[in-house]
């Protein structure tokens, strides 16, 4: 098994099946609070799977079963000058924006508090799983402030707009099975069972064809961000791509040969 460990963060290959990567926060001692060093690892990593032609699937998660990522470390930003600060929240805003962006499917398990900058990395996955004690949040409007990494961006794209700005408004904090039937979570699983059945969850993913997940990454982000034409138009170009491609004959010939794809990623 792979296992690249940072000082603030590792990165392993959990389970069986190649192309899935397990990234984990790992700050425990502060929650899995995101500091400095955190994002600029974050970033750094991220750049690195990016190219990687391995990778297939991507989940996210917090260490320890406690939190998830509590946002940012105010310790650390306790007596930063603007300028400092602004520089930091610079790298904040690439790691969400690298996250979303990620060519390949991103799957965050959010393991415990989920909470401001630590929602919005998770909002920033296309996927969630999570443990059902977990408890989810922008409370920014509490602190005179409000979410500045995607925040009021994304969690309007994932749930209805009339509930996204009652949870933006009020700073609630909601449970598993609240962010369950809003939309917010995909699953629900145990704590001792969160990482096993999301892998399970990326296996299934990762059998797909790789150039078809990048495209239907591609078609989705670039199609809810604009209109239906243009979103259509997006969707059309990143068909013929597959359409054309080395995978779209091997997926048929496996196919009648009732037997799996050896997907080449061309």
């Given at each position: 098994?792979?296992?690249?460990?940072?000082?603030?963060?590792?990165?392993e290959?959990?389970?069986?099946?190649?192309?899935?990567?397990?990234?984990?926060l790992?700050r425990?001692?502060?929650?899995?609070?995101?500091?400095?060093?955190?994002?600029?690892?974050l970033?750094?990593?991220?750049?690195?799977?990016?190219?990687?032609?391995?990778?297939?699937v991507?989940?996210l998660?917090?260490s320890?079963?406690?939190?998830?990522?509590?946002?940012?470390?105010?310790?650390e930003?306790?007596?930063?000058?603007?300028?400092?600060?602004?520089?930091?929240?610079d790298?904040?805003?690439?790691?969400?924006?690298?996250?979303?962006?990620?060519?390949?499917?991103?799957?965050?398990?959010?393991?415990g508090y989920?909470?401001?900058?630590?929602?919005?990395?998770?909002?920033?996955?296309?996927?969630?799983?999570?443990?059902?004690?977990?408890?989810m949040?922008l409370?920014e409007?509490k602190?005179?402030?409000?979410?500045?990494?995607?925040?009021?961006?994304?969690?309007?794209?994932?749930?209805?707009?009339?509930i996204?700005?009652?949870?933006?408004?009020?700073?609630?904090?909601?449970?598993?099975e609240?962010?369950?039937q809003?939309?917010?979570i995909?699953h629900?699983?145990s704590?001792?069972?969160?990482?096993?059945?999301?892998?399970k969850?990326?296996?299934?993913i990762?059998?797909?064809?790789?150039?078809?997940?990048?495209?239907?990454?591609?078609?989705v982000?670039?199609?809810?961000?604009?209109?239906?034409?243009?979103g259509?138009?997006?969707e059309?170009?990143?068909?013929?791509?597959?359409?054309?491609?080395?995978?779209?004959?091997?997926?048929?010939?496996?196919?009648n040969?009732?037997?799996?794809p050896h997907?080449?990623?061309k």
């Open positions: 098994m792979l296992v690249q460990t940072y000082e603030t963060i590792k990165l290959s959990p389970g069986q099946q190649e192309g899935i990567f397990l990234l984990t790992n425990p001692d502060s929650m899995n609070a995101l500091n400095t060093k955190m994002a600029l690892e970033i750094q990593v991220l750049d690195e799977l990016k190219y990687d032609e391995n990778v297939r991507l989940i998660t917090g320890g079963t406690k939190s998830f990522c509590v946002g940012a470390d105010l310790k930003r306790n007596g930063m000058s603007q300028k400092e600060w602004k520089k930091q929240h790298y904040f805003e690439q790691v969400t924006e690298k996250i979303h962006e990620f060519p390949y499917p991103v799957v965050g398990a959010v393991n989920a909470l401001g900058g630590g929602m919005e990395i998770a909002l920033s996955c296309d996927i969630r799983t999570a443990a059902r004690h977990v408890g949040g409370p409007s602190l005179g402030l409000i979410p500045g990494i995607g925040g009021t961006q994304l969690l309007p794209r994932i749930i209805p707009i009339g996204a700005k009652e949870l933006l408004f009020t700073g609630k904090r909601i449970g598993a609240e962010g369950k809003l939309g917010i995909n629900i699983f704590s001792e069972t969160l990482i096993e059945e999301t892998v969850l990326a296996e299934t990762a059998a797909n064809a790789p150039l078809s997940l990048k495209a239907l990454k591609k078609a982000n670039k199609g809810t961000e604009t209109d239906l034409a243009t259509l138009a997006f059309l170009e990143a068909y013929y791509r597959c359409a054309n491609s080395e995978d779209r004959l091997e997926g048929i010939y496996a196919f040969e009732k037997r799996p997907w080449k990623g």
